[in-house]
């Protein structure tokens, strides 16, 4: 099985955290589970999305233990192309603004997921990598019919291995 990891990388904007995910589930199932409102829902949270370039996202993650003003992400819908790419801002209110990008390639009956999370401190970098993995980890119990992780224990197992990752390499 493929390491599952997230990676936190720099490009010349500053830092990125990087996930690749092979999925066994078509590419119409994973795009429909990350645009779908209603099954968003059941892995990230409550979702509004309007599915156009220039439409507007809004969620609130469930999972991280803060007030509902410091979950609320929305944004921009930069890029709408089903099945394959959703790109989108991240504006959410205690971190930098940043965009999130969905790239989705078919693989025989498989789907690959690729993910980048640009615009975040590295501080806040370090931070969103165990909570996004552990999203992840939900994204796969949903399309697999599995019982969900909870979010709060899988970051917790999840911190130790990306606090130990070396400063700014994103090595594993």
Avoid: C
Wanted: no cysteine.
């Amino acid at each position: 099985m493929p390491d599952q990891h997230g990676t936190l990388d720099h490009d010349h904007d500053g830092p990125v955290i990087s996930f690749v995910r092979r999925l066994p589930y078509p590419i119409e199932t994973v795009w429909a589970a990350l645009t779908d409102p209603e099954q968003r829902r059941q892995w990230f949270g409550p979702t509004m999305i309007d599915g156009r370039e220039g439409g507007r996202i809004e969620l609130v993650p469930t999972g991280p233990a803060a007030p509902v003003p410091d979950k609320r992400m929305t944004g921009r819908i930069l890029t709408w192309d089903p099945p394959r790419v959703l790109e989108h801002e991240w504006r959410q209110a205690p971190i930098e603004d940043g965009v999130v990008r969905y790239e989705l390639e078919a693989e025989g009956d498989a789907t690959v997921l690729r993910f980048t999370h640009r615009g975040l401190s590295e501080p806040n970098g370090r931070g969103f990598l165990p909570g996004t993995h552990a999203y992840f980890d939900r994204l796969a119990a949903h399309l697999s019919g599995a019982a969900m992780p909870n979010w709060i224990r899988r970051y917790e197992e999840l911190e130790p291995h990306y606090a130990s990752l070396a400063t700014g390499s994103g090595e594993r």
